[in-house]
């Protein structure tokens, strides 16, 4: 009977450490520091020992007698206990293992970092999206595009294939290369230069500039060859154009009577973004041959532009003087707007000047209207009408009216075809022009 007694006294103790000792041990260390602790694990191992040190059972090892039996602590859960207990080591577990640390959560899983590549998203074009990638095009190209869009260096370049039908020459088909420009342009921080030719003109080198800037791009500097600040229509892109050529009047005024085009010269520009996004520009360039061939004095041109209506509106006024410091024979006023409004673009622009031949007067209106048909085709139907007068010694008058349907994919590729009734200088009365052209640029 005694010995079964010391084994049920045994049983009990163990019962009681566990029980009082494993909201201990899952508790932090108490304040008494490191000699309370000590003191707690001394108390456990007596404990845990049955009331048997050194072999020697101390007379009141149990509970006394008549006292009712322990119960285990209120709110003890089984969690509790399965962190204060030691992990179990399994067969064939390596002896130094760590034992994995209880968590409450998974960790979240960290993606390694993007690079730069990844990072940056092509910006995808719409069909009819028409921007140039030419600098001597559209000066105005990359001003809001950001920098780390802009390639150090770009290689462009485009083809224009053209077949047409004119009533004044008995509808005799002709086939043509109209333009098969190539280039190369850089872009540095306060650098930008560019040189292209086109291999289907008589005169191949078309620009050659460099252009200098300050870090925030309100001044610059232009020199070498490239266009005036003269006429909207010639200011324009070629790709951007949504008809085929430059028109009646910017064809009398710039190639027959050299008002303005591609020259060498030296022109300053400055652009003040907060007052309606204000650009003016202004600059000397080299003037034309006369009819001996002798070349002629400078050449002075002007452009200023504002954006009232942020990209949707333009408003414009420029000027070219031929021969300013001589004679001055042949010089223009011009004032140009232009409403972008979603897919509808138009713009309008008259003109009043002298030529040899007397006073002019010109007005020039182009709308258009992108439709998309897919993701990446569009169609967009272009209409158009000019006038000129020559009021002087020589009076005449011209004027053309067209109308046509381009076909674009994307902002690589696009098929024009286009009618145009017109009266142009010299002939005796209008005429039909059928046309065809395909484009496509890299």
Same mark, same amino acid.
Request: zero cysteines; a negative charge.
């Given at each position: 009977m005694g010995g079964w007694r010391l084994d049920e006294l045994g049983r009990r103790g163990l019962l009681v450490a566990v029980l009082v000792g494993g909201p201990a041990w899952a508790a932090p260390a108490p304040?008494?520091?490191?000699?309370?602790? @000590?003191?707690?694990?001394?108390?456990? =191992? *007596?404990?845990?020992?049955?009331?048997?040190? *050194?072999?020697?059972e101390p007379v009141d090892a149990g509970p006394p007698e008549g006292s009712e039996p322990l119960e285990p602590t209120p709110g003890l859960t089984e969690g509790a206990l399965a962190q204060a207990l030691p992990p179990r080591i399994q067969p064939g577990d390596s002896r130094d293992?760590?034992?994995?640390?209880?968590?409450?959560? @998974?960790?979240?899983?960290?993606?390694?970092?993007?690079? @730069?590549?990844e990072q940056k998203k092509k910006k995808k074009r719409k069909p009819g999206a028409q921007q140039e990638d030419s600098i001597g095009e559209d000066a105005t190209a990359l001003d809001d595009t950001p920098d780390d869009e802009i390639q150090t260096v770009r290689v462009f370049g485009r083809v224009y294939a053209q077949a047409s039908a004119d009533q004044r020459e008995k509808y005799a088909r002709t086939l043509s290369i109209n333009s098969a420009r190539v280039g190369v342009a850089t872009s540095l921080p306060n650098l930008e230069a560019e040189v292209s030719a086109d291999l289907a003109d008589s005169n191949m080198l078309k620009d050659a500039f460099v252009r200098l800037s300050d870090d925030n791009k309100r001044f610059r500097l232009y020199g070498g060859q490239f266009k005036s600040p003269f006429l909207q229509r010639r200011l324009e892109g070629a790709w951007s154009l949504p008809i085929q050529g430059r028109g009646l009047v910017e064809d009398y005024l710039? *190639? =027959? &009577?050299?008002?303005?085009?591609?020259?060498?010269?030296?022109m300053g520009e400055v652009r003040l973004k907060g007052l309606w996004d204000l650009r003016v520009s202004a600059g000397a360039f080299q003037g034309s041959r006369d009819e001996l061939g002798v070349r002629t004095k400078e050449d002075l041109a002007g452009r200023i532009t504002v954006r009232p209506l942020k990209k949707m509106l333009t408003l414009g006024v420029s000027t070219y003087v031929a021969e300013a410091l001589d004679r001055a024979r042949r010089h223009a006023m011009a004032a140009d707007a232009e409403l972008k409004f979603g897919a509808f673009h138009v713009t309008g622009e008259v003109v009043t000047g002298r030529l040899p031949v007397g006073p002019f007067t010109a007005q020039l209106l182009l709308a258009s209207w992108t439709l998309p048909v897919t993701t990446e085709w569009a169609l967009q139907p272009v209409v158009g009408a000019e006038g000129l007068q020559l009021r002087? *010694?020589?009076?005449?008058?011209? &004027?053309?009216l067209l109308g046509g349907l381009n076909l674009l994919l994307g902002s690589r590729f696009r098929g024009q075809f286009q009618v145009e009734r017109a009266l142009r200088p010299g002939d005796e009365a209008p005429g039909l022009e059928y046309s065809l052209q395909l484009a496509t640029r890299f």
């Open positions: 304040e008494g520091g490191v000699e309370t602790a @000590a003191s707690g694990s001394a108390a456990a =191992v *007596d404990a845990l020992s049955g009331g048997v040190v *050194d072999g020697v293992a760590a034992p994995p640390t209880p968590t409450t959560s @998974a960790a979240p899983t960290v993606e390694p970092a993007k690079t @730069a590549a710039g *190639d =027959v &009577h050299e008002l303005g085009g591609r020259r060498l010269g030296l002087g *010694d020589v009076e005449g008058k011209g &004027h053309s």
